[in-house]
């Protein structure tokens, strides 16, 4: 099973995760290997992944935002959310 990601915010039924791998490095038959670190930003429906692969957490929000404005339903996001991320 995939590994969701740490919670950054909810939006009436759709979440934002965000996955952070850290940079590591070992050794290697005598030598250093580095392995580089990355953050993917995802978006989730319940427990079903939507979209993925975005390193901005912004544009996650606005995306789900786009979708609820699709669906009628921006009227029920938080205001707070709204100013946090300058959603329109």
């Known amino acids: 099973m995939e590994k969701r990601g740490h919670h950054i915010c909810k939006m009436v039924n759709y979440e934002v995760r965000q996955k952070i791998t850290k940079e590591t490095s070992r050794r290697l038959g005598g030598k250093i290997v580095k392995t580089p670190g990355s953050v993917e930003v995802m978006i989730y429906k319940?427990?079903?992944?939507?979209?993925?692969?975005?390193?901005?957490?912004?544009?996650?929000?606005?995306?789900?935002?786009?979708?609820?404005?699709q669906e009628g339903k921006e009227v029920n996001v938080d205001k707070r959310i709204i100013r946090k991320y300058n959603l329109s």
Do not use: P, S, V
């Open 46 to 69: 319940t427990k079903n992944k939507i979209e993925g692969g975005m390193t901005d957490i912004k544009l996650a929000a606005q995306k789900i935002y786009d979708i609820l404005k």
